[in-house]
């Protein structure tokens, strides 16, 4: 663990990103690990490669994906795309848009960098000013987040346009548990495995795209 | 390590042009804020179906929440129709077949949440055992008689306190609360260990006077001595003397677990009422002690002059 070793992994791994993805994944590198810790990082990159005795190694494509696990948080994760159909006023679109809108929330917990999901999530929104504090919080100073990523496996609305021109999604939203590691490699905690929760999400339309405009758990 | 500080700081630098707030920092060694599973249940209002406008509502604060999810369980490793996946199957739990004779059946549980239309069946716990010759259906058969058996348990509806007590005054506010608490119970239905939980959710006074108060969600709080006497959400003023007996209604919701399973909602509340209270109501009279006997010999307080009441 010395700045050297340090300096050369995060460098390497930065411009990798940056230069397969685009700049803003390179943000989302930095944010990621910024300061992980290079030993474990490295030394587990490297393990594939030595102990193989196949003829033609394979190097390992820098910007492969790689979720996070016990050894660093996750690489080269791919900032989601807002599908065409997200940005039309119909009911897909809704139910497209309610999807990708936690795509960008897995996405911060993956990478540490909320920035994108901050910029989309509604105000007031409690509950999403806390889990950005806790992401940001945990993917600094060495520390990262396993797990915590969230699937939609239902999106669902009526498509009932409301007096205040706004819409109704219902969304079965899946999260995986998360894993709070330190920067030193043990993990603080993990929070239990839940239920697949009923989110509701109020939606807003205007100047060609979505925006969410309340958020809610659904009861019953 | 300086020089690694230094590139942390210029790092974190960077990653603030484009966000709204740095990160924060924690203090040397100690952990930041746990709590990051996102969960906006617990922070933002409910939301139920209403049928008929079609849309979701914020859910009634005074309704007590019941559980969002519901459940189901398959049998271990089995894929449908009689096919059952091998590998699973080497693994499987291993359920023993009880001294009864009754064979154990190893099953997963699943849930989905239930206000979502559409939701599809995921993950929930497991494998638990059941013993049953037909484990298919061995869960509706419980569910059909869980209410009853609920109802049918020994649950404590609490301990009422009044204050003050035994006895108190005409018109003053009186002081109600209720003592509940969650209990638990091992009951054996369709020879299944079936564990039951049962939380004090609602309340309902019966002050023995004619007056009702309830269901409503507040069991009422303990008052300092020196604050007797205040209107509390709970509180009873009796218009008139006499001995009144006071019954307490607590309403409970449940939930059960089959064999270690996830504990599931029991449909319907159970009411239990506790042991009457008894309450002498007197009156208060204000006399004036200030006469002097001389002056006044039937003055209050003077000898021979009759008791209070």
Redesign the interface.
């Known amino acids: 663990m010395t700045s050297q070793n340090f300096f050369s992994s995060r460098a390497a791994q930065s411009g990798a990103a940056a230069l397969a993805v685009g700049f803003s994944l390179m943000l989302a590198g930095c944010a990621g690990g910024a300061p992980a810790d290079p030993g474990k990082a490295s030394a587990t990159a490297a393990e594939p490669a030595s102990p193989s005795v196949t003829p033609t190694p394979t190097p390992t494509p820098s910007a492969v994906y790689k979720p996070a696990d016990a050894t660093g948080p996750a690489q080269n994760v791919p900032v989601p795309v807002l599908p065409e159909v997200a940005k039309t006023e119909t009911k897909e679109g809704a139910e497209a848009f309610t999807k990708h809108w936690f795509s960008i929330l897995s996405y911060a917990y993956e990478t540490g960098d909320a920035a994108l999901f901050e910029s989309i999530a509604p105000s007031p929104c409690e509950a999403c000013q806390k889990v950005s504090k806790v992401i940001r919080d945990w993917h600094s100073e060495g520390r990262w987040l396993v797990g915590g990523k969230l699937s939609t496996p239902v999106s669902n609305t009526t498509f009932n346009k409301g007096q205040d021109g706004t819409y109704q999604v219902a969304v079965q939203v899946h999260q995986e548990p998360l894993s709070y590691v330190r920067a030193d490699g043990t993990v603080a905690r993990t929070d239990p495995q839940t239920p697949d929760q009923g989110n509701l999400l109020v939606l807003k339309y205007g100047e060609g795209e979505w925006s969410v405009v309340e958020l809610g758990s659904i009861v019953g | 390590?300086?020089?690694?500080r230094l590139?942390?700081l210029l790092?974190?630098t960077?990653?603030s042009l484009?966000?709204?707030a740095g990160?924060?920092?924690?203090e040397g060694g100690e952990?930041?804020?746990?709590?990051?599973?996102?969960?906006?249940?617990?922070?933002?209002?409910?939301?139920?179906?209403d049928a008929e406008r079609?849309?979701?509502v914020?859910?009634d604060p005074h309704v007590p929440?019941?559980d969002?999810?519901e459940y189901k369980y398959e049998l271990q490793c089995h894929l449908g129709g009689g096919d059952f996946d091998t590998p699973c199957l080497a693994r499987q739990l291993d359920c023993k077949d009880r001294e009864d004779g009754a064979k154990g059946i190893p099953v997963m549980w699943l849930?989905?949440?239930?206000?979502?239309?559409?939701?599809?069946w995921?993950h929930?716990s497991g494998p638990t055992c059941l013993y049953d010759p037909k484990p298919e259906d061995l869960l509706p058969r419980i569910a059909a008689d869980i209410q009853r058996q609920f109802q049918n348990l020994p649950v404590n509806a609490g301990r009422v306190v009044a204050q003050p007590s035994p006895n108190t005054l005409r018109g003053a506010e009186t002081n109600f609360y209720a003592e509940a608490v969650e209990q638990q119970f091992d009951i054996t239905m369709l020879g299944q260990k079936v564990h039951v939980v049962a939380t004090p959710v609602q309340y309902t006074w019966n002050y023995g006077d004619g007056t009702v108060f309830g269901p409503q969600p507040s069991m009422g709080g303990q008052l300092p001595q020196d604050r007797w006497g205040e209107k509390t959400r709970t509180s009873h003023a009796y218009a008139t003397t006499g001995d009144f007996q006071v019954i307490l209604t607590t309403s409970f919701q449940g939930t059960y677990s089959v064999n270690a399973g996830p504990p599931l909602p029991i449909p319907g509340q159970g009411q239990f009422s506790a042991p009457p209270q008894g309450i002498s109501v007197w009156r208060s009279l204000t006399r004036n002690y200030a006469d002097d006997c001389n002056t006044n010999p039937q003055g209050q307080g003077c000898p021979g002059v009759g008791a209070l009441r």
């Open positions: 390590m300086s020089l690694s590139l942390s790092l974190i960077v990653m484009g966000v709204t990160p924060a920092r924690a952990d930041p804020e746990f709590g990051g599973s996102w969960s906006p249940g617990l922070t933002m209002g409910g939301h139920t179906w079609k849309e979701f914020p859910a929440s019941t969002p999810n849930s989905r949440p239930r206000g979502v239309p559409g939701a599809v995921a929930h």
